[in-house]
Antibody, heavy 121, light 110 residues
Framework: QVQLVQSGSELKMPGASVKVSCKASGYTFTTYGMNWVRQAPGQGLEWVGWINTNTGNPRIAQDFAGRFVLSLDTSVSTAYVRIPSLKAEDTAMYYC??????????????WGQGTMVTVSS | QSVLTQPPSVSAAPGQEVTISCSGGTSNIGNNYVSWYQQLPGTAPKLLIYENNRRPSGIPDRFSGSKSGTSATLGITGLQTGDEADYYCGTWDVSLSAGVFGGGTRLTVL
């Protein structure tokens, strides 16, 4: 069965960097795109971006462009999101979500368990 | 502020039915299919409805979806206490070239 397993919680100082991983299993990794979704404490879901697992081409939401970096290691079926210079407002749960597409529509059919990133001095 | 608008909360008694609306525009809902996600307390979101009204296997037929123009609706019948969760609509916005979600609706089963 499809599984997305994310790395553990992180506690970081402002200005530090963090890299969250999402390891996929149960399917051919390069067949489906991978998305990242952020959820600040007590808030709703916010789309961060997605990466084409076949080409490695990322697409990042305007609010996060220039700060968030999406990458892959297809040899271990893993997607990553890296935030180079953390701010307090980056404190959130980060989810990876597999993108399933059929025809001209897509949806997020499997989700990781989430990785809590806390930014605090 | 979310691109898609949902009511912050809805409530109903066990056994009753409830609907949750999701309002957008021509660049998102009006131009694309809608999916819905259920987030139980302390857990990751889970796909509930895709392509406006289709249910993944394992989702009971108490859950339904519909879309008209630039709005979509999630319906839940025969409410159970286990349905208490946050519900989110989602789609793609062609103007933003980005995925978008509603702000979420908290369902309380009284």
């Amino acid at each position: 069965q499809v599984q997305l397993v994310q790395s553990g919680s992180e506690l970081k100082m402002p200005g530090a960097s963090v890299k969250v991983s999402c390891k996929a299993s149960g399917y051919t990794f390069t067949t489906y795109g991978m998305n990242w979704v952020r959820q600040a404490p007590g808030q709703g879901l916010e789309w961060v971006g997605w990466i084409n697992t076949n080409t490695g081409n990322p697409r990042i939401a305007q609010d996060f462009a220039g700060r968030f970096v999406l990458s892959l290691d297809t040899s271990v079926s893993t997607a990553y999101v890296r935030i180079p210079s953390l701010k307090a407002e980056d404190t959130a749960m980060y989810y990876c979500a597999r993108l399933f597409c059929s025809g001209n529509t897509c949806w997020y059919d499997s989700w990781g368990q989430g990785t809590m990133v806390t930014v605090s001095s | 502020q979310s691109v898609l608008t949902q009511p912050p909360s809805v409530s109903a008694a066990p056994g009753q039915e409830v609907t949750i609306s999701c309002s957008g525009g021509t660049s998102n809902i009006g131009n694309n299919y809608v999916s819905w996600y259920q987030q139980l307390p302390g857990t990751a979101p889970k796909l509930l409805i895709y392509e406006n009204n289709r249910r993944p296997s394992g989702i009971p037929d108490r859950f339904s979806g519909s879309k008209s123009g630039t709005s979509a609706t999630l319906g839940i019948t025969g409410l159970q206490t286990g349905d208490e969760a946050d519900y989110y609509c989602g789609t793609w916005d062609v103007s933003l070239s980005a995925g978008v979600f509603g702000g979420g609706t908290r369902l309380t089963v009284l």
